[in-house]
């Protein structure tokens, strides 16, 4: 693998070493039970076109995330920093294709294998870490081709739930080689079976289950509805008609960057959701505490180490931060 440069450089919140970059708003006292308020933004390397889909490897303590429009997964680990992972990772055809043909959205699935949303290639993939080989889980449904899966999610009893926005598409809503109408969510059952779970979202974007895995999150990017929905799971796996949990307007202002996207949630049930401005956190009960303000459009966010650090990929950076609680599934 070719050792790319790296950059660690600490940022204290309120007085950045660059200008655009890093700060806590808080909003309600309880803001600091999960971020401390001399907790740092470190950004541990950039230069990424558009960094995505961070996910840790618990056997062997790295992380792993797509740039998705240079189709290439990378690895951060300390005190080696940043390798290529994989390319390509989400597109296998011949280029040009799109502005996104690489993965997205990665997961580490219940067998410890490498789950990737694939732009370019429309599909839901499996590849086990150690000797290597992708299966495909899912790339149509009832015969047709998805537009290109963002990001995924898998229950405890190995149920999958991901999201296929037109981000990837040639010319995203308007490409000729769109299938389906909708774009949709979609449930892969433990038999591979796929069906379409919410249907009347315009940007369905990321996901994340409830520790209790007895409600689905899905993000909304989109400017006339940044929502968070929250959904309840049904015992067949199929969704309610589902609630918005968070509406994103109420805390937009003017040059605060970025749409709901990347979610994830912690072990108590709060929300931690890219959003306005950066990371937003929110209780299990709606009421947003405040943000982890990166200066940067944020796209996702996940938790790596022992569980209490979150990583955040954040257009062209990758960064991190301590924080005072641990992610669900550490």
């Known amino acids: 693998m070719k ?3 790296l950059l660690i450089i600490g940022i204290t919140l309120g007085c950045s070493a660059q200008e655009k970059t890093g700060k806590l708003v808080a909003e309600d006292d309880a803001f600091y039970d999960y971020v401390d308020k001399n907790a740092k933004i470190e950004v541990l390397t950039e230069s990424f076109t558009w960094a995505e889909g961070p996910v840790w490897v618990k056997e062997g303590g790295f992380l792993l995330f797509s740039d998705v429009p240079n189709n290439t997964i990378f690895k951060w680990k300390d005190g080696e920093g940043l390798t290529e992972f994989l390319k390509p990772s989400g597109y296998t055809g011949v280029l040009p294709y799109s502005r996104e043909p690489g993965s997205n959205g990665l997961i580490i699935n219940n067998d410890g294998e490498l789950v990737a949303c694939e732009h370019g290639d429309r599909r839901i993939t499996r590849m086990p870490l150690v000797g290597g ?8 449904w009832e015969g047709k081709r998805f537009n290109s899966p963002n990001d995924v999610v898998q229950a405890s009893n190995g149920t999958y739930y991901f999201t296929d926005p037109p981000y990837g598409l040639p010319k995203q809503q308007d490409s000729e080689s769109r299938e389906i109408d909708a774009f949709g969510v979609y449930k892969i059952g433990v038999d591979g079976s796929v069906e379409m779970v919410v249907s009347n979202l315009n940007r369905p974007n990321g996901v994340a289950l409830s520790p209790d895995e007895k409600t689905l999150y899905v993000t909304q990017s989109d400017f006339k509805a940044p929502y968070i929905m ?4 049904q015992d067949d796996g199929s969704l309610d008609e589902g609630k918005v949990f968070f509406d994103a307007k109420t805390i937009m202002k003017p040059g605060l960057m970025g749409m709901p996207d990347g979610i994830k949630v912690a072990r108590d049930g709060t929300i931690f959701s890219t959003g306005p401005g950066g990371v937003m956190i929110i209780s299990p009960e709606g009421k947003f505490l405040g943000r982890i303000e990166t200066g940067q459009p944020t796209a996702n966010c996940a938790w790596g180490d022992d569980g209490s650090v979150l990583y955040m990929t954040a257009d062209d950076f990758l960064m991190r931060i301590q924080t005072k609680t641990v992610g669900d599934g550490f």
């Open 3 to 5: 050792k790319l440069s």
């Open 133 to 140: 080989g992708k299966f495909t889980l899912a790339d149509t």
């Open 230 to 233: 929250a959904y309840t799971i």
